[in-house]
């Protein structure tokens, strides 16, 4: 069992900034890639910005020179600094991680989602 638990959504204004973390706890062998994920309503779940175990960064095209990825492996968190807020990054952003969970001598792959967090931005 793997619990995903994010927090820093909240309001802001246009220009503002937020910092979302989200912490993975449970029984992880290890956790390949993190990655943040939004959906506004209406629309469909998208990739914000993702991050593997080296540091290799992936970011949506919206989103670059704004936000910025980064992860603590010891601590299997992921952070997700967001400047330069528009109201059209209003959305759930959801926290994803994928990788290797240890069940007694088995070992199997996970890919496991947060509940989200709202990140709401007002004009």
Same mark, same amino acid.
Request: proline share 2%; with cysteine.
């Given at each position: 069992?793997?619990?995903?638990?994010?927090?820093? &959504?909240?309001?802001? !204004? @246009?220009? +503002?900034?937020? /910092?979302?973390?989200? #912490? *993975?706890?449970? =029984?992880?062998? %290890?956790? $390949?890639?993190? &990655?943040?994920?939004? !959906? @506004?309503? +209406?629309?469909? /779940?998208?990739?914000? #910005? *993702?991050?593997? =175990?080296?540091? %290799?960064? $992936?970011?949506?095209?919206?989103?670059?020179?704004?936000?910025?990825?980064? /992860?603590?492996?010891?601590?299997?968190?992921?952070?997700?600094?967001?400047?330069?807020?528009?109201?059209?990054?209003?959305?759930?952003?959801?926290?994803?991680?994928?990788?290797?969970?240890?069940?007694?001598?088995?070992?199997?792959?996970?890919?496991?989602?947060?509940?989200?967090?709202?990140?709401?931005?007002?004009?």
């Amino acid at each position: 069992q793997v619990q995903l638990v994010e927090s820093g &959504g909240g309001l802001v !204004q @246009a220009g +503002g900034s937020l /910092r979302l973390s989200c #912490a *993975a706890s449970g =029984s992880i062998f %290890s956790i $390949n890639a993190m &990655g943040w994920y939004r !959906q @506004a309503p +209406g629309k469909q /779940r998208e990739l914000v #910005a *993702a991050i593997t =175990s080296g540091g %290799s960064t $992936n970011y949506a095209d919206s989103v670059k020179g704004r936000f910025t990825i980064s /992860r603590d492996n010891a601590k299997n968190t992921v952070y997700l600094q967001m400047n330069s807020l528009k109201p059209e990054d209003t959305a759930v952003y959801y926290c994803n991680a994928e990788g290797t969970v240890v069940a007694g001598p088995n070992y199997y792959g996970m890919d496991y989602w947060g509940k989200g967090t709202l990140v709401t931005v007002s004009s």
